[in-house]
């Protein structure tokens, strides 16, 4: 039986004498290397500038401290982006403990599934951060012993790099080789499908996704990255903390997306080249931004959800055409695993745009197509679940071996995205599994139905969304499909719209639910465990 594999160098990318590297001299290099260049502009911290030595020499320092507080393997962060995020981050690396950033937003049962799973006695964070996060959500739990970032930033004397990297490792302890398969940090899912898991990311998963985007020119020399999406999630984490220092990116460090006035501000004044995102933080830049505003923008990367039909062409013509690029990741693929860029040939890779798809695996995976139902490979063309290799891909779950062996199948990562690969690379994705029902024998997918709507009913122009669709059983049909609707409709009007779209009858939503608000998750993305509660009450 042929596997329909297609390979992206998988092997020359494997004998890259960069996977070696531990993931603290790899931080360490990548600051050393830019010591004498601005680095990070923390827009969050009052708009100050780090060179690559300063975020170096205090990483050092604080490692010392937090290595004397903290006794324990792992220590939880709770920081929006921003310097002491970064240099906290940095400084767990060096002291050998495990650094996980918590997801603030999160309710406090969830929560603290968190610090329970990764056991997590010391949070690390400022006073003024723990204030504004305790006011926004009064039930986080702060574990038993806090210590504040800012004290000790301010206490410690900034270690003198002049003496150079190998004097600097040497009385750190940082080995160049070691066992770099070990855990490096652990990102808490997003939990919109069932309870958080904690996936174990290695220093060879973060040093790989880092090598991928380099080797791939995802950024050109003097670009200036966006970094607004919150760190303790993968797309934020990997870009907002680790490539800032291992690929030694220039980085605008904003604490949130939402804060749309900030973030514009923030472009008028440095003129960033690369924006990172998601389609539901961008609708805001095309409602508040002008166009002389992101001018500067050669491009603005969406992950995290499907770009909706259409507003692809919506950015390119508000701002720079051609600027928009539709990218793809999970956090178990440390997450990038793909993304639109220029056509370029590299000799054993390459890299390509193609419409409708997320672009081209990165370099050094492979990819196939499983039937969902038997796991076999499908031919290349057809729609199945998407199944990756890579040494980006992560370790499994934390104290969960069941759900890791349902993610790890024969060193090949199942992401439960129904998708398709074409024969030239080019991967395109359908929608989670979780977001199709089968109806009548036939698989009906959620987001096709909620974009078709959407667009019948003037409702895409808005900055959050207004519905969504989801399923409860039905007796007669397996499953029906269920609209939840922050505005009046009625069943006539839906299935009128649909209609007009040419959307099936058998697509049409069964049941209508009136709700406040849909239910969304601090990365932009649907709440899908909230979303499934509320159709079946």
């Known amino acids: 039986m042929q596997d329909y594999i297609f390979d992206m160098g998988y092997a020359e990318f494997e004998a890259k004498e960069e996977l070696k590297f531990t993931l603290p001299y790899a931080i360490a290099k990548g600051l050393f290397d830019k010591r004498g260049e601005d680095i990070l502009i923390d827009y969050t911290g009052g708009d100050k500038t780090y060179t690559g030595g300063v975020l170096l020499a205090y990483s050092l320092a604080v490692s010392k401290v937090l290595k004397a507080k903290i006794p324990s393997a792992r220590a939880g962060l709770a920081m929006p982006p921003c310097a002491y995020a970064v240099i906290a981050n940095y400084a767990c690396a060096f002291a050998g403990i495990t650094p996980i950033n918590l997801n603030f937003t999160m309710g406090q049962t969830a929560a603290q599934s968190c610090l329970d799973t990764a056991e997590i006695k010391y949070v690390i964070s400022s006073e003024a ?95 200036i990255l966006v970094a607004n999406l919150p760190v303790f999630h993968s797309f934020g984490l990997l870009f907002g903390v680790w490539a800032l220092a291992i690929n030694g990116v220039k980085t605008l460090m904003l604490a949130s997306p939402i804060d749309i006035k900030a973030n514009i501000r923030a472009i008028r004044k440095y003129r960033p080249q690369v924006l990172l995102g998601s389609p539901t933080f961008f609708r805001a830049y095309i409602r508040h931004a002008a166009k002389e505003d992101l001018q500067c923008l050669r491009m603005a990367i969406a992950g995290a959800e499907k770009t909706p039909e259409g507003f692809e062409e919506l950015w390119n013509s508000t701002f720079n055409p051609g600027s928009y690029k539709e990218g793809y990741g999970l956090t178990e693929t440390s997450p990038v695993a793909g993304v639109n860029l220029p056509a370029a040939d590299y000799g054993w890779y390459s890299t390509g745009a193609r419409k409708g798809s997320i672009g081209k695996l990165f370099v050094g995976m492979r990819a196939r197509v499983l039937d969902p139902a038997t796991l076999e490979p499908v031919e290349f063309g057809k729609q199945g679940l998407l199944s990756l290799q890579g040494a980006n891909v992560f ?111 058998l697509w049409t939503p069964k049941h209508i639910v009136k709700v406040d608000k849909i239910p969304l998750l601090a990365s932009g993305k649907l709440n899908l465990k909230e979303l499934s509660r509320m159709a079946k009450q």
């Open 129 to 223: 951060m723990r204030q504004k996060i305790s006011a926004a959500n009064p039930t986080f739990p702060w574990a038993e012993n806090f210590i504040d970032i800012a004290e000790v930033v301010a206490s410690v004397k900034p270690e003198d790099i002049s003496r150079g990297l190998e004097k600097i490792l040497e009385d750190f302890g940082i080995e160049k080789f070691a066992d770099n398969n070990r855990e490096a940090t652990l990102v808490f899912t997003s939990g919109s499908e069932g309870a958080p898991k904690g996936a174990v990311l290695t220093g060879r998963n973060i040093v790989a996704n880092c090598l991928q985007t380099r080797l791939s020119n995802v950024f050109k020399p003097g670009d």
């Open 395 to 505: 370790a499994g779950y934390l104290n969960n071996p069941e759900a890791t062996q349902n993610a790890l199948k024969d060193g090949w990562l199942i992401t439960g995205d129904l998708s398709r690969l074409d024969a030239d690379g080019f991967v395109y994705v359908d929608g989670r599994l979780s977001r199709f029902s089968k109806i009548g024998g036939e698989m009906v997918p959620h987001a096709t139905v909620e974009s078709a709507l959407s667009r019948a009913l003037g409702l895409d122009k808005s900055e959050v969304p207004l519905i969504a669709v989801s399923s409860t059983l039905d007796e007669g049909k397996g499953e029906a499909l269920v609209l939840l609707t922050t505005i009046d409709i009625e069943h006539r009007q839906v299935n009128e719209a649909l209609k007009s779209e040419g959307i099936s009858n």
